[in-house]
């Protein structure tokens, strides 16, 4: 169990134009999701938090109306690049939290989405 | 501001060798993940140490935490080229909230 997914895999789209990644966790409910990038060779960074059924809480210098992000439902999150630039090009990873014992949750993590933009 | 760093971060080593991978972080926490990533994949989930003194044994790997010296091992023994890859270790940044701040990670390379 515990398998997260996120579409596409891969995406190259030109300078200016919008787009959606979805994550989803398919065999559990998950209340939380985060968005992480990761730029080549390096560690990931938390941009936001999303929580199901109210606004995402995102980290310092992610700017929130660049990257939305829409937690519909218990099993999907989405985080739309806006207006995408060059420097927006990374590897977007989401994460779904499942709850586990004695509150010991734990992130379980999607194949990530490489966004390339030209 | 949590800052967790890891060391060495690049490290070579021959088949059969024994190593350890440390991770120090600045703040206090008591969760601790441990991930490992092949190139241009995700994160695949190693082990959860959620207190001090846990120790976690999968195959060659063991995982250690000691809360007090804010310092976690990742132990590597008697390697094999199929543990190549990029290891990270996460501290969890705010109990309750589950946000990851994430090592500097360390490149594992085995040499047969």
């Known amino acids: 169990g515990a398998v997260v997914s996120q579409h596409p895999s891969r995406v190259i789209c030109k300078s200016g134009t919008s787009v959606k990644i979805e994550c989803r966790s398919l065999?559990?409910?998950?209340?939380?999701m985060f968005w992480y990038r990761q730029f080549p060779k390096q560690s990931l960074m938390l941009m936001a938090t999303?929580?199901?059924?109210?606004?995402?809480?995102?980290e310092q210098g992610v700017e929130k109306d660049k990257f939305l992000i829409n937690h519909a439902s218990l099993t999907l999150s989405t985080l739309t690049v806006t207006s995408a630039h060059p420097e927006d090009s990374s590897f977007y990873i989401c994460?779904?939290?499942?709850?586990?014992?004695?509150?010991?949750?734990?992130?379980?993590f999607g194949p990530g989405t490489r966004l390339t933009v030209l | 501001e949590l800052k967790v760093e890891q060391n060495p971060l690049f490290l070579s080593m021959q088949e059969g060798k024994n190593y350890t991978i440390y991770c120090n972080y600045s703040?206090?926490?008591?969760?601790l993940y441990w991930y490992r990533q092949d190139p241009g994949k995700s994160l695949e989930s190693l082990f959860v140490?959620?207190?001090?003194?846990a120790v976690k044994q999968e195959g060659r790997l063991m995982a250690s935490l000691d809360t007090k010296a804010r310092l976690s091992t990742l132990h590597i023994t008697a390697a094999v080229h199929d543990l190549s890859a990029t290891y990270f270790c996460?501290?969890?940044?705010?109990?309750?909230?589950?946000?990851?701040?994430f090592g500097t990670g360390t490149r594992l390379t085995i040499i047969p």
């Open positions: 994460s779904a939290r499942r709850p586990g014992l004695a509150g010991a949750s734990e992130q379980f």
């Open positions: 065999d559990f409910q998950a209340t939380t």
């Open positions: 999303s929580n199901e059924g109210s606004k995402a809480t995102y």
């Open positions: 703040t206090t926490s008591d969760r």
């Open positions: 140490l959620l207190s001090n003194g």
């Open positions: 996460a501290v969890d940044m705010e109990f309750g909230n589950e946000k990851l701040t």
